[in-house]
């Protein structure tokens, strides 16, 4: 066992090395730019919702009062007219980046602080590099990308976007565990 407190530096190196790595995927490879559709007349969508001045929030069409109402034929008729959706409204105005990408940095410290913790547990100071990058990186993919594929089984999220995401997850799972394996304590 290895105490967490020696694992700072492999801890904030691999946040920093995943803040830059997610930054070079997302403005320069193109990796994620059809991760969402643009529908057809979408001025014209955006100005039939406006009168509904609905709050920011997750949205489901049509959604049931309850399970019994799952069954009712109304709400059964209402899913066989369409459209189904479920959608995200965020607030108006252009959307201010640097509290989401502080709140992005100290995601991956959280998680960097897991992976850290789980290989402490398990390894003793002196552990060899592929130990290490086994125990951090499995936990740190955890991290990232082991509840995106529930997007996609219980809301239709495209399949293609959960793969390119998971793509993203075990990138920065291999940037922590090799940080990790690198800076573990000797």
């Avoid at 997610?22 to 529908?39: C, E, Q, R, W, Y």
């Avoid at 979408?42 to 069954?71: C, E, H, T, V």
């Avoid at 100071?125 to 990186?137: E, N, T």
Wanted: aromatic share 12%.
């Amino acid at each position: 066992m290895t105490g967490l407190h020696a694992l700072w530096l492999p801890m904030v190196l691999s946040s920093v090395a995943i803040f830059l790595a997610s930054a070079v995927i997302h403005m320069f490879s193109g990796l994620h730019k059809n991760d969402h559709l643009t529908p057809p007349n979408q001025d014209g969508l955006a100005d039939a919702l406006r009168p509904f001045n609905l709050a920011p929030g997750d949205y489901m069409i049509p959604r049931p009062a309850s399970m019994k109402d799952m069954g009712s034929p109304e709400f059964k008729a209402k899913s066989e007219r369409g459209p189904k959706l479920v959608f995200t409204v965020f607030p108006n105005g252009i959307t201010p980046m640097g509290p989401l990408l502080a709140k992005w940095f100290v995601y991956s410290l959280v998680i960097s602080l897991c992976s850290g913790y789980v290989a402490s547990r398990a390894l003793p100071v002196g552990a060899d590099y592929l130990h290490v990058f086994r125990f951090a990186g499995i936990a740190a993919f955890l991290g990232y990308a082991g509840a995106i594929p529930q997007a996609s089984i219980w809301y239709g999220k495209s399949w293609g976007t959960t793969m390119r995401s998971t793509i993203d997850g075990l990138i920065y799972a291999g940037l922590t565990a090799g940080m990790y394996g690198w800076l573990w304590p000797r």
